[in-house]
């Protein structure tokens, strides 16, 4: 599996913090892994580009995957459980 990772220099800047941050690129990251490995090893790639533009940090990561894209309610659905599971990100743009 090929993982493509672009960083342009990243400064301290909005509402985000480390731990905000572990939860956004660590459920993306182990979705995206889960993605690859239900592929053939040949058509595997994950690419994460990470930038800030204009005081926002940009952060876009694209895999490959096998099947078709599910949504509920405008929310991803799980192909590796079931039902939709958006909790642990959605907690850190909807705190309580």
Known sequence: MAIDLKSRRICRSGSYDD???????????????????????????INL????????LIVTLDNSYSGVVELSDAFFVSS???GVKKESVWSVFNPS
């Open 80 to 82: 590796k459980r079931s």
């Open 19 to 45: 731990f905000d941050m572990c939860i956004i690129l660590g459920n993306a990251l182990e979705n995206a892994i889960e993605a690859c490995q239900r592929m053939s090893r040949n058509g595997q790639f």
């Open 49 to 56: 580009h990470i930038k800030m533009i204009a005081n926002m």
